[in-house]
């Protein structure tokens, strides 16, 4: 008998399988390739609705960033369902030769190895994904996302799926086996193609939801960047008030005081304010901070308008709300950090007036010898010699060095933008920032961030950072008040 050329290679055609069986498992392929895919979609929407934070941000994608998860997750669910139809068509009927039999078995071994290898390695990536969510909390978005930067590894990994899945049939038919491999991979990218064009989730109903309560989303705000900031520790004696302009681009726009997501009128402000401040117990709201949430080109008339009514209203601590420089942390992001300052307590608060209202109150503005004030967004003048801004520092840092007893005045330009006024009282504190860390270095021999509290406390009554801002409303109280 002649032997015939590839007698020992296997037909596909040995393993008998029916028309009947291979349609059912056709059709258990779309079947099982629609739920798993509809499976990680909705893992991927559990993951989303778990980042949404107290100020109504959540995890987004873009369209074309939502479109390439759709086709990885279309991929990895019409793979592992081939995988299963591949068991399915081949399982062993009763009767079979041993060399058959042994043939089936490889292929069902390898197949089911596959998938529940597949699911641990998964498993498990997805387990140690959320617990770094957890720990760096719900800003991760904000400063990593694999698309587009690292969109090779998935392209990576549906490639050793795929090519996974067909290990033990390009063993056992070799050859015979890649019009096959060459029509499986043909049906999987058109069905993956087509899946990832559905929608199963609703996501951009959630969105709605969640961010029409977010001020970012419904109104121009674009705060400052500063690589001055301080975390905010007691975050539960915070609260938020924004200054925005109208979602609309006009040339009329007003702007805008939101606080709890509701419009106030500057009317009605102080008594809002009051209000809010009587929320607190009496020897709670000593501690009262408020976080500023502010539009850098608002003018300074609004914002100083703003600061006097919380004076009055007994508010006194606040904290600027800005971006940190050379972050990645998105713009719409509430970072916890922020830039602190002290205004007056013009208020009836039960407690004494602070060092800081001392300043305001003993100090003649008449009689004070270092003046500044803002010209426009390049120059200011100090004590009348017009210098521009960017030689500020120079002149705080040589003046501060000489008269330990200083005290600046700072007039505030309303004409100016929010973003002006910051550069302004950015210097001012970067020089003080400066000169305690020199000293620090040159008393202590360690860097000022690793002084304990005492410490901390000698160099605060060392380099005190006296400058009191001069406001129309702040100058008029003065006057009435003849101080």
């Given at each position: 008998?002649?032997?015939?050329?590839?007698f020992?290679?296997?037909?596909?055609?040995?393993?008998?399988i029916?028309?009947?069986?291979?349609a059912?498992?056709?059709?258990?392929w779309?079947?099982?390739?629609?739920?798993?895919?509809?499976?990680?979609?909705?893992?991927?929407?559990?993951?989303?609705?778990?980042?949404?934070?107290?100020?109504?941000?959540?995890w987004?994608?873009s369209?074309?960033?939502?479109?390439?998860?759709?086709?990885?997750?279309?991929?990895?669910?019409?793979?592992f369902?081939q995988?299963?139809?591949m068991?399915?068509?081949?399982?062993?009927p009763?009767?079979?030769?041993?060399?058959?039999?042994?043939r089936?078995?490889?292929?069902?071994?390898?197949h089911?190895f596959?998938?529940w290898?597949?699911?641990?390695?998964?498993s498990?990536?997805?387990?140690?994904?959320?617990?770094?969510?957890?720990?760096?909390?719900?800003?991760f978005?904000?400063?990593?996302?694999?698309?587009p930067?690292?969109?090779?590894?998935?392209?990576?990994?549906?490639?050793v799926l795929?090519?996974?899945?067909w290990?033990s049939?390009?063993?056992i038919?070799?050859?015979?086996?890649?019009k096959?491999?060459?029509l499986?991979?043909?049906?999987i990218?058109?069905?993956s193609?087509a899946?990832?064009?559905?929608?199963?989730?609703?996501?951009?109903?959630?969105?709605e939801?969640?961010?029409?309560?977010?001020?970012f989303?419904?109104?121009?705000?674009?705060?400052?960047?500063?690589?001055?900031?301080s975390?905010?520790?007691?975050?539960?004696?915070?609260w938020?008030?924004?200054?925005?302009?109208?979602?609309?681009?006009?040339?009329?726009?007003?702007?805008?005081?939101?606080?709890?997501?509701?419009?106030i009128d500057m009317g009605?402000?102080?008594?809002?304010?009051?209000?809010?401040?009587?929320?607190w117990?009496?020897a709670?709201?000593?501690f009262?901070?408020?976080?500023?949430?502010?539009?850098k080109?608002?003018?300074?008339?609004?914002?100083?308008?703003?600061?006097?009514?919380?004076?009055t209203?007994?508010?006194?601590?606040?904290?600027?709300?800005?971006?940190?420089?050379?972050?990645p942390?998105?713009?719409?992001?509430?970072?916890?950090?922020?830039?602190?300052?002290r205004?007056?307590?013009?208020g009836?608060?039960?407690y004494?007036?602070?060092?800081?209202?001392?300043?305001?109150?003993?100090?003649?503005?008449?009689?004070?010898?270092?003046?500044?004030?803002q010209?426009?967004t390049a120059?200011?003048?100090?004590?009348?010699?017009?210098?521009?801004?960017?030689?500020?520092?120079d002149?705080?840092?040589n003046?501060i060095?000489?008269?330990?007893?200083?005290?600046?005045?700072?007039y505030?330009?309303?004409?100016l933008?929010?973003?002006?006024?910051?550069?302004?009282?950015?210097?001012?504190?970067q020089?003080i920032?400066?000169?305690k860390?020199?000293?620090?270095?040159?008393?202590?021999?360690?860097?000022?961030?690793?002084l304990?509290?005492?410490?901390?406390?000698?160099?605060?009554?060392?380099?005190?950072?006296?400058?009191?801002?001069?406001?129309?409303e702040i100058?008029a109280?003065?006057?009435?008040?003849?101080?």
């Amino acid at each position: 008998m002649t032997l015939k050329k590839g007698f020992l290679t296997p037909e596909i055609s040995s393993l008998n399988i029916s028309k009947k069986r291979f349609a059912i498992g056709i059709a258990l392929w779309f079947s099982f390739s629609l739920i798993f895919y509809s499976l990680l979609c909705l893992i991927r929407e559990g993951f989303r609705l778990s980042t949404v934070t107290d100020y109504h941000n959540i995890w987004m994608f873009s369209e074309d960033e939502m479109f390439f998860y759709n086709i990885f997750f279309a991929f990895v669910s019409t793979i592992f369902a081939q995988s299963i139809l591949m068991v399915y068509l081949i399982q062993m009927p009763r009767k079979v030769s041993q060399e058959r039999k042994f043939r089936r078995s490889d292929i069902i071994n390898d197949h089911t190895f596959f998938s529940w290898n597949f699911i641990s390695w998964f498993s498990k990536i997805g387990i140690l994904y959320g617990i770094w969510i957890g720990s760096v909390g719900a800003s991760f978005y904000y400063s990593f996302s694999f698309y587009p930067k690292y969109n090779y590894f998935f392209v990576l990994l549906i490639m050793v799926l795929f090519l996974s899945s067909w290990n033990s049939f390009l063993r056992i038919f070799k050859r015979k086996a890649y019009k096959w491999f060459l029509l499986s991979m043909l049906t999987i990218s058109v069905v993956s193609f087509a899946l990832a064009n559905m929608n199963i989730i609703d996501y951009s109903l959630h969105n709605e939801n969640i961010l029409k309560q977010n001020p970012f989303y419904n109104y121009q705000v674009d705060r400052v960047e500063s690589e001055i900031y301080s975390f905010m520790e007691r975050r539960d004696f915070m609260w938020n008030i924004y200054l925005v302009y109208p979602k609309e681009k006009t040339k009329n726009n007003k702007p805008l005081v939101l606080i709890e997501h509701k419009e106030i009128d500057m009317g009605q402000l102080k008594n809002a304010l009051e209000n809010l401040r009587y929320t607190w117990g009496e020897a709670d709201r000593k501690f009262i901070t408020m976080n500023m949430i502010i539009h850098k080109d608002l003018p300074m008339s609004f914002v100083n308008r703003v600061k006097f009514q919380m004076s009055t209203a007994g508010l006194y601590r606040l904290t600027y709300s800005v971006i940190p420089k050379n972050k990645p942390i998105g713009k719409n992001y509430l970072f916890p950090v922020g830039f602190n300052i002290r205004i007056p307590n013009l208020g009836n608060g039960p407690y004494p007036k602070s060092n800081f209202d001392q300043w305001y109150e003993n100090s003649k503005i008449d009689r004070i010898q270092y003046v500044i004030r803002q010209i426009d967004t390049a120059h200011c003048s100090f004590n009348d010699s017009i210098i521009k801004t960017a030689s500020l520092y120079d002149f705080f840092y040589n003046t501060i060095n000489q008269d330990p007893n200083y005290m600046f005045l700072y007039y505030i330009n309303e004409n100016l933008s929010f973003e002006n006024y910051f550069e302004i009282i950015s210097i001012f504190r970067q020089v003080i920032i400066d000169l305690k860390e020199e000293y620090s270095l040159n008393i202590f021999r360690k860097h000022y961030h690793d002084l304990d509290w005492d410490q901390r406390k000698e160099m605060r009554n060392e380099y005190p950072a006296r400058i009191i801002e001069l406001s129309p409303e702040i100058i008029a109280y003065l006057k009435r008040n003849n101080l």
